[in-house]
């Protein structure tokens, strides 16, 4: 299994969470004490790792607004999950260009101040999205 393939099945099962929810209204509910709501936690997804793996590796121009990401609300379901599969055909694309080599250099921006090579920040992106599709399901589940 290459990373291509733990991205996609981790971004099915980002799509089948948001697609189980009772109804789009839940999607966007905070209970007490969280501070983020399932959509905006996969609007946060979608942001992040288009503009690490299609902005900065494959060069597609996406322009991220990291605040929106907290901030929109209400976007329909539908939408969401089309962002999904457009963000899995984009990561498809682009590491698939990369090679062993390309793999192994430095990654082009600094992670708090560090340098990182391409493949451990990619392994670094798949935990962050691990860690947040762990918390839509948590939302999803207490919800």
Same mark, same amino acid.
């Given at each position: 299994?290459?990373?291509?393939?733990?991205?996609?099945?981790?971004?099915? %099962?980002?799509? !089948?969470? @948001? =697609?189980?929810? *009772?109804?789009?209204?839940?999607?966007?509910?905070? +209970?007490?004490?969280?501070?983020?709501?399932?959509?905006?936690?996969?609007?946060?997804?979608?942001?992040?790792?288009?503009?690490?793996?299609?902005?900065?590796?494959?060069?597609?121009?996406?322009v991220r607004n990291r605040d929106e990401?907290?901030?929109?609300?209400?976007?329909?379901?539908? %939408?969401?999950? !089309?962002? @999904? =599969?457009?963000? *899995?055909?984009?990561?498809?694309?682009?590491?698939? +260009?990369?090679?062993?080599?390309?793999?192994?250099?430095?990654?082009?921006?600094?992670?708090?101040?560090?340098?990182?090579?391409?493949?451990?920040?990619?392994?670094?992106?798949?935990?962050?999205?691990n860690y947040h599709l762990g918390q839509?399901?948590?939302?999803?589940?207490?919800?």
């Amino acid at each position: 299994m290459n990373l291509v393939t733990f991205f996609e099945n981790d971004l099915d %099962k980002l799509t !089948s969470e @948001i =697609s189980l929810f *009772k109804d789009e209204a839940s999607v966007w509910e905070i +209970k007490e004490g969280i501070t983020n709501s399932a959509g905006n936690l996969t609007l946060h997804l979608l942001g992040n790792l288009n503009h690490f793996i299609g902005k900065t590796l494959g060069n597609n121009g996406y322009v991220r607004n990291r605040d929106e990401e907290f901030s929109l609300k209400n976007i329909p379901r539908e %939408k969401i999950i !089309s962002d @999904i =599969s457009d963000l *899995k055909e984009t990561i498809k694309n682009t590491l698939s +260009k990369l090679s062993a080599e390309e793999l192994q250099k430095d990654f082009p921006i600094k992670i708090r101040e560090e340098v990182y090579t391409t493949q451990n920040m990619l392994i670094y992106l798949l935990s962050h999205l691990n860690y947040h599709l762990g918390q839509v399901n948590y939302l999803r589940r207490m919800i």
